[in-house]
């Protein structure tokens, strides 16, 4: 029965009253009465919806109405479905061999000194392509960037002195605006950071993430007599916040949020009983002493041992964008992928019968949070078993796909883009598995049939100490390629932003080509 107290209100006011409440309690008042049913088929109400559905949130007020809204994020969403390509276009490889592909801005380097970056369009968010340069007065090692931030960092390329007495070498990072090289508005006073390293002439490999004030750096050594760092600052301060010091291990890192950061640790070869431990750290307690590995740790999430003959070479945790990204609101975009909505990749190599094979663990924030917050703050060093968190909350499964180290943004938000190696008798495939919980509960169906869901076990023998059994489900998109030919390429990697797919090809050297899907996702090839 109709509540008359409710239904005596004006519409209007229900209306506006449905619109503040979160999409599960809409949801629940679709079903009251026939009249708040009408309302949440409304666009306001069936906006809401559709926004948590597809894992984004609501833009800055601007010129576009709900309805607007709406009609664009369904358009998108069709547009991802069905990856349809409507146009190509080519353009050169610079020669830099410095790249980075961020919030939808790819940018790539002609000399040390002079980095290049195109804005990727986007019909459904009304994102313009543009392009600028930037000319710096240094010469770049690597870098990454933040557009939401207009942030560039930048790491010198370090001199060599082989003739010195020095004991150390300094790595210095700038801090600039992205947009035009100058020093950024909120960097310290100079805009330098400086690590100091305990090794004089040593090269170094680098891993640089940003999560908002937070910046961290893995530095990786050539040498033997250099141990692997990992340092996070408060960039606009200049103040270090942690430092830790590996010996003998792999490590990999991102960050969980603004307060925790995730470090992967796996040990080498020679180690007993070896297993892979995601440990937190929680960032809220600074300290500019090096710590070990073993120190001072939230929590750690204990992998399964690896079986005796499985050793691991390399591990990598990939996720995009940052925890707390948002776009500039400046751009006023109707919508965009919510902060919570991530999704992390651990890759694990291991070395198995004289034979490299990459093994994929899709984890979302949510299933390592949850654990998190159901933690006391006064517990330190807890350890969570991989039956805690592992069968249910991922999905374990040897990687099907081409896998290339130097192209690695292959995520984003909750999606996961992928390419098969073509055979003689099947072409390539593009894939995308979405791991979007929400929308597979939706069970949202296509027309033309390329979707379907995955829900049962992935069970992977012979590669750690018992089987492993893992069920977190997702959804899989597939695309069937162009054969091979003089005019159309086998691609070696893709890669995946918040509104393009960009698919490599190295056997073109210096030349990028550009398709679009849908309007929606465009793609280099190299």
Known sequence: MENPILTSLPVELIINIISLLDWR???VCREVCRLFHSIVEEDRAQYEIELAVSGMVDGPPSTFSTSDRLALLKERKAAWESLRWVESQDFSMMQGHIWELYGNVFAQSSTPDVLHFRQLPSKYRKIEEKEWSVTLDMHVRDFTMDPAQDLLVLIEEPTLLPNTNTTTCSIRIHLRSLTTGDRHRL??????????LDARNVRATYTLRVCDNLLGIFFDYEREDADPELTVWDWTTGKVIFTWCFDSEIVTFAFLNSRFLLVGSA?????????AQLYVFDMTKPSSKKFGRRTDYFCVFLWPEFDFWANPVDLSIRSDPSPTWQPNSKAQLPFSTAPGNRLFIITVSLMTNHRIIPYDTFVPADTLLSHI???????????????EWGPTGTRLMRSSSLHDSVWVCYVFGTKFVSLTEPTLTSPQTLEIRDFNQLAIKRDAKVQDGI????????VVRKVFANEIHTSLPYRVIKRTLPPHSSLEPIFTAAMCSEDNLILVDVSMPHAYRTERFSNVARRFAV
Request: glycine letters at 4%; charged letters at 25%.
């Open 451 to 458: 979707s379907h869901h995955v829900h049962d076990t992935t």
């Open 373 to 387: 917050e159901a933690l006391s703050t006064e517990v330190r060093c807890r350890e969570i078993e991989w039956d």
């Open 267 to 275: 040990f080498g070869s020679g180690d007993i009983d070896i297993q």
């Open 25 to 27: 309690t809409i949801l």
């Open 187 to 196: 960097a310290p006073q100079p805009a330098i950071l400086i690590h100091e």
